[in-house]
């Protein structure tokens, strides 16, 4: 064997188990994800449970992310009108369009909105939302509405 070739082995020996280990690094899920729910179970779906207090509802959410984190500019926590917790989601410009074209495409279908692997709602698509903002309620308190929205904003700053 060659002096060269001594020396380069061991190099491409590192660069493959390098490689390697990225690949066998376990896949996360996006913090923020938002997901459409079909009528029927298919292999492009999974079943996920909406996490509410009142009542348990089993929706089949696709699989495919329609928009992650990527797409938020910012996340925080508001209350509506009864003095429910919500969570507000400003959209960055692409994700702005994108959610607009969404909303107008699917007009009539549900939305999952899933924070951390959790299905929190799926609200049904009633009209385009071409403002850049998403509001999220769910049946969690002002302390779990601030730890999601801290969550997303952490995802945000790691992208």
């Known amino acids: 064997m060659s002096h060269i ?8 020996a590192a660069c493959l188990i390098t490689s390697a280990a990225a690949f066998a690094a376990p896949f996360t899920s996006p913090v923020f994800q938002i997901r459409l729910v079909v009528d029927a179970p298919s292999g492009d ?3 996920m449970t909406i996490v509410s207090k009142e009542r348990k509802e089993v929706v089949n959410v696709q699989k ?5 984190q990527t797409a938020v500019e910012s996340a925080g926590v ?3 009108e009864l003095g429910h917790a919500q969570i507000e989601v400003t959209f960055t410009g692409a994700g702005r369009k994108r959610f607009a074209q969404i909303t107008r495409e699917k007009v ?3 939305l999952a909105i899933i924070i951390d692997g959790r299905l929190y709602c799926a609200p049904t698509i009633r009209t385009e939302i071409p403002g850049g903002k998403a509001e999220i309620s769910g049946s969690f308190n002002k302390e779990e509405a ?3 929205a801290a969550k997303i ?3 945000i700053k790691k992208h």
């Open 5 to 12: 070739m001594k020396k380069i082995l061991p190099l491409l």
């Open 45 to 47: 779906s999974e079943p």
């Open 64 to 68: 495919p992310v329609l928009l992650d």
């Open 78 to 80: 508001q209350t509506d």
């Open 108 to 110: 009539g279908q549900r």
């Open 146 to 148: 601030n730890t999601l």
């Open 153 to 155: 904003i952490d995802a």
